[in-house]
């Protein structure tokens, strides 16, 4: 089975501070994703990978950057934590576009 | 940008009911359907992918079909359990968003014994 793991599974950060959420996969998938989930709002795409070192924008990267050192690990950056980032990060990872997309548990972030 | 909608956002029936989510899109020119399962406070499960080439797809007692030139999947759920209580999600890709998901905002099931 394939397996997303995610760092943390909750976190609490103050503002401004610089927030590193990590996201690792076992099955050697080409793709990785970043989405975050907000009642009434749904799951929306911040960043997304194809490879090592590439990185796509999603609908709402501002405030975040991503990092792909490794083709296993996706890093979700919050260069200055604000309030309105309080939310469930989610990490997914694909073989393939036309795989299925498989998901970590989430982290819930709350930022005081 | 592909919009995804679902409807209803929350449904109840009783044990044993056979059911259909709905999910339409704006964009019928998707790369693939998939449709998932989030029980609260956990990430998302993934239950059927469609092509865009296919129809339909089964697994156990979920039947998804894509019509696309009417912009909608169904997720079909047969003889439906206690244990099916979630929310199911759809999402669809387009070429134009780099092949990445855009997810409609879930349907929230709960069948009641």
């Known amino acids: 089975d394939v397996k997303v793991t995610q760092s943390s599974r909750y976190l609490v950060k103050r503002t401004g501070e610089k927030v590193f959420l990590e996201c690792v996969q076992d099955?050697?998938?080409?793709?990785m994703f970043w989405y975050r989930q907000d009642p009434g709002l749904g799951l929306r795409l911040i960043y997304f990978?194809?490879?090592?070192?590439?990185?796509e924008k999603g609908d709402i990267p501002e405030g975040y950057s991503v990092s792909r050192e490794k083709k296993e690990r996706f890093s979700l950056i919050l260069e200055s934590a604000s309030t309105n980032q309080t939310s469930m990060y989610l990490c997914?990872?694909?073989?393939?576009?036309?795989?299925?997309?498989?998901f970590g548990n989430g982290t819930r972030l709350t930022v005081t | 940008k592909q919009e995804v909608t679902q409807i209803p956002a929350a449904l109840s029936v009783p044990e044993g009911e056979n059911l259909v989510l709905n999910c339409s899109f704006t964009?019928?020119?998707?790369?693939?359907l998939q449709w998932f399962r989030q029980d609260p406070g956990k990430g998302l499960t993934s239950l059927l992918l469609?092509?865009?080439?296919?129809r339909e797809q089964t697994s156990g007692r979920l039947n998804a079909s894509l019509d696309k030139s009417s912009g909608r999947s169904t997720l079909y759920i047969a003889a439906s359990q206690p244990g099916d209580s979630a929310t199911y999600l759809c999402?669809?890709?387009?070429?134009?968003?780099?092949?990445?998901?855009?997810f409609g905002k879930g349907t929230s099931l709960l069948v009641t014994p």
């Open positions: 469609i092509q865009s080439s296919q």
């Open positions: 964009d019928s020119a998707i790369y693939n």
């Open positions: 099955m050697d998938h080409e793709n």
């Open positions: 990978s194809y490879d090592v070192k590439m990185k």
């Open positions: 999402a669809a890709s387009n070429s134009n968003s780099g092949y990445a998901l855009n």
């Open positions: 997914a990872s694909s073989s393939e576009y036309d795989s299925p997309l498989h």
